[in-house]
T-cell receptor
Framework: DGGITQSPKYLFRKEGQNVTLSCEQNLNHDAMYWYRQDPGQGLRLIYYSQIVNDFQKGDIAEGYSVSREKKESFPLTVTSAQKNPTAFYLC???????????FGPGTRLTVT | AQSVSQHNHHVILSEAASLELGCNYSYGGTVNLFWYVQYPGQHLQLLLKYFSGDPLVKGIKGFEAEFIKSKFSFNLRKPSVQWSDTAEYFCAVKDGNNRKLIWGLGTSLAVNP
């Protein structure tokens, strides 16, 4: 059953700690994306990767980092430098030949 | 910079009412247009898309959207909504040169049974 998995569904951290959100896809898609969704603010792009070992900053990359060592994996680290990390994080992927992005179920991160 | 505007942030309808959600974008060149839907507790999924050709696009679950180039609009419509249409709806645009989607802020639709 192809798709995108994000784990965990809910994540709680103390302020000052880095935390890594997992995103795995078995769709054989080249491109992967990380978005942040806040109420009333739509989806904002954090980072994206078009190919393994390459990634670009999105619109709100400050305080975040990513890696793309494998085609199927695109983990996002929320660092202590992110001023307002509590949010719903969505991972997506896209085939090279398509414009449609497929989304995972999301991870809700709460930092206190 | 390109932008996408969704005019209605919150919409409340009764079942069987007609729906139209507005979406306008700012880019003047060739665009690809999308409507995504996020049902409560579910993944964000594609509702419909426009790339070229017939400006009236049919999507899943009886939704349709019309691309009006002169108005830079891609409004979503459904003639008769159901309670199960309660969800958040996002309009997104990709211009010809950009690898990224530009997203609207979303419209929250609540359908009362």
């Amino acid at each position: 059953d192809g798709g995108i998995t994000q784990s965990p569904k809910y994540l709680f951290r103390k302020e000052g700690q880095n935390v890594t959100l997992s995103c795995e896809q078995n769709l054989n898609h080249d491109a992967m994306y990380w978005y942040r969704q806040d109420p009333g603010q739509g989806l904002r792009l954090i980072y994206y990767s078009q190919i393994v070992n390459d990634f670009q900053k999105g619109d709100i990359a400050e305080g975040y980092s990513v890696s793309r060592e494998k085609k199927e994996s695109f983990p996002l680290t929320v660092t202590s430098a992110q001023k307002n990390p509590t949010a719903f994080y969505l991972c997506a992927s896209k085939a090279e030949s398509s414009y449609e992005q497929y989304f995972g179920p999301g991870t809700r991160l709460t930092v206190t | 910079a390109q932008s996408v505007s969704q005019h209605n942030h919150h919409v409340i309808l009764s079942e069987a009412a007609s729906l139209e959600l507005g979406c306008n974008y700012s880019y003047g060149g060739t665009v690809n247009l999308f409507w995504y839907v996020q049902y409560p507790g579910q993944h964000l999924q594609l509702l419909l898309k426009y790339f070229s050709g017939d400006p009236l696009v049919k999507g899943i679950k009886g939704f349709e959207a019309e691309f009006i180039k002169s108005k830079f609009s891609f409004n979503l419509r459904k003639p008769s909504v159901q309670w199960s249409d309660t969800a958040e709806y996002f309009c997104a645009v990709k211009d010809g040169n950009n690898r990224k989607l530009i997203w609207g802020l979303g419209t929250s639709l609540a359908v009362n049974p």
